[in-house]
């Protein structure tokens, strides 16, 4: 049998960055993660060979499934969702920017010069927000699987982003956030022995080709996000939609104290998939547009997916400091 | 040492058993006599009868595809030292005057690999044997490069895709984890690499627009870089994870990178303004004195490929004894 820990670092021979994902029912979570795998397919295929990645054995079997749904047109459905539980992956680029990974891309692509990632989709937590809406605690599972995560993607789903009243202000997502807010606050206080720790906070507006126009509206913001090139801007941007919404995060990623585990500053991320206006009576289909001359892909922003890689590749470089 | 041929289901597999099965007779018993080639009975057989019927100007039959369980053959190349040896030394056994590739092939939609996608669990031999290759022979098939999406062709080749991008990963998988086994040991090994090749079977089935929007011509270039760049566009878009997992294999610390890719065609006959009904026939050349009546095929492409893994076979022997002589040290340190 293969052992079902293809990566040195799964056995924990090397310091591996354990990613958590979190997120409400029907945020995009499983869709995300097969964008990612998508995206990571598109540039380690591409002529320039520029970047480079691996899967586990033990993800393939899942995120393929998900992949072939996407590339077919279709939204993963329950039992694809059901599967994907962890991807593990290892990446190597040889672009500049990308912190350890690029300072040492002379060596062209090889272990040594890659990192691996284990993203963990947080599905008790999701089994939490269902069932309890009212706990102000966090569930014992829930905690053990977040708290040796080096980084916390947040998925804010776009379309539940909603103005407070007339004067311009968003509504807070209210239970969602303060779940978010107690994960923090209860990893932060089990790792307050931790020295030098920090904890990635990232946060993905997902599904943001529907935000309500009306929200931007108030917050007088463009339609489109910033190109994530523009790092100021398009930060700037993803913090005016989230502070407001997610206030009680927010507060939480800011009061990190000076001791134990810290909050670094988060980063921000758009996702979103094109579709079709489905037929009376049929499942949505997602939109495939030209990817080159001649192949197909789901109409995503594959740049900012490959930012989010980015970002992971520094994150596995703090972690190995 | 293994190598593996994997193909889908109708992916031309038996064809380009039996066109292959042609090339290496007449490659095989030219005048240099420094390749042979050898097949288990029961594979000759059927790789013959393929040959025969093509030779009538017949693909091979639903039938005898079915009778394909396991098929394998063995290809040996003249060491470049023995063949300058005299010859009545060179024929003596204790030379071991060939270095050989033992080839079987794998329908990849078959019970057993769809088990071990599923479970991880290599329990079976033909697993165990097909993740031991060194070399692994890919077959795409180029009747199912459509560009409409909801074609049952284009769903095929998606998954098509998605299965062997896995095997590959198994393969990788499979060769570091013995890797690791040996370097824990106390053993040095020299890093796992995997000899990858790719055959686009059916070439002459291709869509012209495909090739056309991919800015390509119908004619496969000589240069092998420039062979490289063909192929990489068209499995660029048609199987993106295999292409993604092979170059992939060098930062999971298997290097993947000595592709090699074939063209696999052979030529049928059309009717002008007409549409073939039932299955087409096979053109044949004409008879000439170095032989003639044979299928109209890309001869020269399975000389290539015969060719490419001269080099191969002669390094991996080494390879293989080396790892031999690691596994006995292994057995002696925990003995």
Redesign the interface.
């Given at each position: 049998?293969?052992?079902?820990e293809?990566?040195?670092e799964l056995r924990g021979r090397e310091p591996m960055p354990r990613v958590v994902i979190v997120g409400d029912q029907n945020s995009g979570k499983t869709t995300f993660l097969g964008l990612l795998y998508a995206a990571?397919?598109?540039f380690?295929?591409?002529?320039a060979?520029g970047f480079?990645?691996?899967?586990?054995?033990?993800s393939?079997?899942e995120i393929?499934?998900v992949?072939?749904r996407l590339?077919?047109?279709s939204f993963p459905d329950a039992a694809t969702k059901e599967g994907v539980r962890e991807i593990a992956f290892?990446?190597?680029h040889r672009r500049t920017g990308l912190g350890i990974l690029s300072h040492r891309r002379s060596r062209?692509?090889?272990?040594e010069s890659?990192a691996s990632f284990q993203l963990i989709l947080l599905k008790s937590f999701e089994d939490e927000m269902a069932r309890s809406r009212e706990r102000g605690s966090v569930d014992q599972r829930t905690l053990s699987s977040a708290l040796t995560g080096d980084a916390i993607v947040i998925m804010v789903d776009a379309t539940s982003l909603a103005a407070a009243d007339e004067e311009g202000e968003l509504a807070p997502l209210g239970k969602y956030d303060e779940a978010v807010a107690s994960l923090l606050m209860a990893v932060q206080r089990s790792r307050d022995q931790a020295q030098d720790k920090f904890l990635h906070p990232i946060f993905v507006l997902s599904k943001f080709d529907r935000v309500d126009p009306e929200v931007l509206r108030r917050v007088d913001l463009d339609a489109d996000p910033p190109d994530v090139s523009k790092k100021g801007p398009h930060a700037e941007y993803a913090k005016r939609l989230v502070d407001p919404s997610m206030p009680k995060t927010m507060a939480a990623i800011r009061s990190g104290g000076r001791r134990g585990l810290q909050f670094a500053t988060p980063s921000y991320f758009f996702s979103w998939v094109r579709t079709d206006e489905p037929a009376p009576g049929r499942d949505e289909r997602l939109r495939?547009r030209r990817?080159?001359?001649?192949?197909?892909e789901p109409d995503y922003p594959s740049d900012e997916y490959l930012a989010f890689l980015e970002c992971l590749a520094g994150i596995a470089a703090d972690t190995r400091a | 040492m293994p190598c593996a041929l994997l193909g889908d289901r109708a992916s031309g597999k038996t064809t380009f058993l039996g066109l292959l099965y042609s090339a290496q007779v007449k490659y095989g018993t030219g005048v240099q006599d420094d390749f042979r080639f050898h097949a288990p009975i029961q594979s000759l057989n059927i790789m013959s009868a393929v040959y025969e019927g093509m030779k009538d100007g017949r693909f091979p039959s639903a039938t005898l595809k079915e009778e394909i369980t396991e098929l394998g053959f063995v290809f040996g190349y003249l060491r470049k030292v023995v063949g300058k040896l005299p010859y009545y030394i060179r024929q003596q056994n204790w030379v071991h005057p060939f270095s050989t590739l033992r080839f079987s092939a794998y329908d990849v939609s078959g019970e057993d690999i769809e088990e071990f996608i599923e479970t991880g669990i290599a329990s079976r031999p033909l697993i165990q044997q097909l993740l031991k290759s060194v070399v692994v022979c890919v077959l795409v098939d180029c009747s199912k490069m459509t560009t409409e999406i909801d074609t049952p062709a284009y769903k095929k080749m998606l998954r098509y895709d998605s299965t062997v991008a896995k095997l590959l990963v198994s393969f990788q998988t499979y060769k570091k984890q013995e890797y690791d086994r040996l370097k824990d040991s106390g053993v040095r090994a020299d890093s796992p690499k995997i000899y990858p090749v790719f055959v686009l079977s059916k070439f002459d089935t291709l869509r012209d627009d495909v090739l056309a929007r991919l800015g390509l011509h119908r004619g496969f270039p000589d240069n092998n870089r420039a062979r490289k760049e063909y192929a990489e566009a068209l499995l660029r878009v048609f199987v993106p994870q295999t292409l993604s997992q092979i170059r992939g294999g060098k930062v999971a610390g298997v290097s993947m990178d000595k592709s090699a890719y074939f063209l696999s065609w052979v030529r049928t006959e059309t009717h002008e303004g007409m549409d073939p009904v039932g299955q087409s026939k096979i053109v044949r050349t004409g008879f000439a004195p170095e032989g003639g009546g044979e299928p109209d095929f890309s001869y020269d492409e399975y000389v290539n490929f015969i060719e490419h893994f001269r080099d191969i076979a002669h390094k991996i022997p080494d390879e293989i004894l080396e790892a031999e002589r690691f596994q006995a040290q292994v057995m002696a340190r925990s003995a």
């Open positions: 049998m293969l052992r079902r293809g990566y040195p990571q397919v598109k380690g295929s591409d002529k060979d480079r990645f691996h899967a586990a054995f033990e393939l079997d393929s499934g992949f072939q590339m077919s047109g290892r990446l190597s062209g692509s090889s272990p890659s495939l990817r080159g001359a001649v192949g197909w | -």
